[in-house]
């Protein structure tokens, strides 16, 4: 699964650069199975091969990470604050089978 990620986010860099990269950013702030450990060392990769500059690519991903930020923002404020802190109370006593199962994710998804 993770290759075929991987495939496409080279595809994304390659096929649309700079733009690539900071879509890719912003949709891995909004969307966390996207990993920036996947997004950003392809990024490198395409500016050191010679097909963009790294200094553009840090820029690139920059906006990218403040757009999605902007959006997650966006959402909160659209939500609420006291639904937000009532949600997070009432999720408080599932924090601890919650790091059982986050261990356990871990663990099938090294293998």
């Not at 990769?45 to 999605?68: E, K, N, Q």
Request: charged share 15%; net charge negative.
């Amino acid at each position: 699964m993770l290759s075929n990620l991987a495939s496409w986010v080279q595809d994304v860099i390659e096929s649309l650069g700079y733009l690539g990269v900071a879509l890719l950013v912003i949709a891995e702030n909004v969307f966390p199975p996207i990993p920036s450990e996947i997004v950003l060392p392809f990024a490198g990769f395409v500016a050191r091969r010679g097909d963009g500059s790294v200094v553009v690519m840090v820029i690139a991903s920059t906006i990218g990470s403040v757009l999605g930020a902007l959006i997650l923002y966006a959402i909160a404020a659209a939500i609420g604050p006291e639904r937000i802190h009532a949600f997070v109370r009432s999720e408080e006593h599932t924090s601890e089978l919650q790091s059982h199962l986050n261990l356990v994710c871990r663990l099938l998804l090294e293998k």
